[in-house]
Nanobody, 128 residues
Framework: QVTLVESGGGLVQAGGSLRLSCSVS????????VSWHRQFPEKERAGEER?????????????FYAEPARGRFAISRDNAKNTAYLEMNNLKPEDTAVYYC????????????????WGQGTQVSVST
């Protein structure tokens, strides 16, 4: 069983930075693609899907960022630690959301898709 646990969320002022971690246990982390997503409370109530932010390949050599993440967010991974990261800079109040990591065994592909395994999420709140 593959388990993902996010950490590093919290309250930060606008313009600040946070680094989220995604620790993965079970399976073969070094073969998985890992992605990051977020869910806004109002959109969750409306039944909308989580917003895809980006994905990193098994080696870290390929990355894809969706428009909301380009320029301010960066995804990385450390296969020795079974952990992936989402570095977020110049945060804005509109970045307030629950952030999720997800993974699947299609390790070479970084495009948006339905991922097999998900974490429980970590809250990020950005104040003005």
């Amino acid at each position: 069983q593959v388990t993902l646990v996010e950490s590093g969320g919290g309250l930060v002022q606008a313009g600040g930075s946070l680094r989220l971690s995604c620790s993965v246990s079970g399976g073969s982390f070094s073969t998985y693609a890992v992605s990051w997503h977020r869910q806004f409370p109002e959109k969750e109530r409306a039944g909308e899907e989580r917003e895809f932010l980006g994905c990193i390949s098994w080696s870290g050599g390929e990355k894809f960022y969706a428009e909301p993440a380009r320029g301010r967010f960066a995804i990385s991974r450390d296969n020795a630690k079974n952990t992936a990261y989402l570095e977020m800079n110049n945060l804005k109040p509109e970045d307030t959301a629950v952030y999720y990591c997800a993974a699947d065994p299609n390790g070479e592909y970084v495009t948006p898709r339905r991922f097999d395994w998900w974490g429980q999420g970590t809250q990020v709140s950005v104040s003005t």
